[in-house]
């Protein structure tokens, strides 16, 4: 068994790797998971197989299908393709479980903590998205994480603390009006950035946040108390 100070799937896309690279100047031993290294998480077999051989007191799950701005227009809202929507759920979801529950399965105690999105609590905003729809799979897949994670820290305390992060949007290359239509509605008049990140992942993992769990972590800059 080979044990590392954390563990962070989801570790090569945009959040994933500004969370490394914090994780890394803290001389942490990483074991750094993701699709583009050749770790498909819907491969059941795989999932079983590391976790029986890789430990962590720590897990940061940062991977998921993410839904970029779908050119459908809002009237063909109803035209995204129901494989397609498997494909949210079979990586957002069923993927998430297996990490989750092989994680557990090899260890006597441990955090977990979860990436969610805001749109798994408040539907997007026409006015930003214009007339261009979203698959609505993507928030239904992350409400199912919100509740994955009630149910784990429910059923695997005191040994274990699940949390939830629910974050709003992050500045990503995206255009010039779509950050201003975004930016109109957060009170803190931003998108946000990486490192916001950072402090609440550290105080989770390291700090004594022992009596936290099963909670859901909201980092949008105010956007869900609009």
């Given at each position: 068994m080979t ?5 962070l799937?989801?570790?090569e896309g945009?959040?994933g790797?500004?969370?490394?690279e ?6 942490l031993?990483?074991?750094c998971l ?8 819907r ?10 051989n890789n430990?962590?007191p720590?897990i940061?799950n940062a ?6 701005i779908?050119?459908?227009s809002?009237e063909?809202n109803?035209?995204f393709?129901?494989?397609q929507m498997?494909?949210?759920?079979e990586?957002?979801v ?6 989750c529950r092989?994680?557990?399965r ?9 990436f969610s999105s805001?749109y798994s609590?408040?539907?997007p ?7 261009y729809?979203?698959?609505p799979?993507y928030g239904?897949?992350?409400a199912?994480?919100?509740q994955l994670?009630?149910h784990?820290?429910v059923y695997?305390?005191?040994e ?12 990503e290359n ?11 509605n ?7 950035s990486?490192?916001?990140?950072f402090s609440i992942?550290?105080?989770?993992a390291?700090a004594?946040?022992?009596y ?6 909201t980092?949008?800059?105010g956007?869900t108390a609009?």
């Open positions: 044990e590392f100070d954390l563990i799937t989801g570790s945009f959040l790797q500004n969370v490394k914090h994780l890394l100047k803290q001389n031993k990483l074991a993701d699709l583009k290294l050749g770790h498909d998480f491969d059941e077999d795989f999932v079983k197989n590391w976790f029986k430990s962590a720590v940061v991977f998921g299908l993410n839904d970029k779908s050119n459908l809002l063909s109803f035209d393709e129901l494989k498997k494909e949210f759920f990586i957002n069923m993927a998430l479980y297996s990490i092989e994680y557990i090899n260890r006597k105690t441990g955090r977990i903590i979860n805001i609590k408040v539907s905003r026409r006015d930003i998205y214009l007339n729809a979203k698959n799979a239904m897949s992350k199912a994480v919100n994670g009630r784990l820290s695997f305390a005191p274990f603390t699940v949390n939830t992060l629910i974050l709003g949007g992050f500045l995206q255009d010039d009006g779509f950050v201003r239509r975004y930016e109109k957060v009170p803190l008049n931003r998108m946000g990486p490192k916001d990140l992942i550290d105080f989770l390291f004594k946040s022992d936290l769990t099963g909670s859901e972590i980092i949008d800059g956007w609009l």
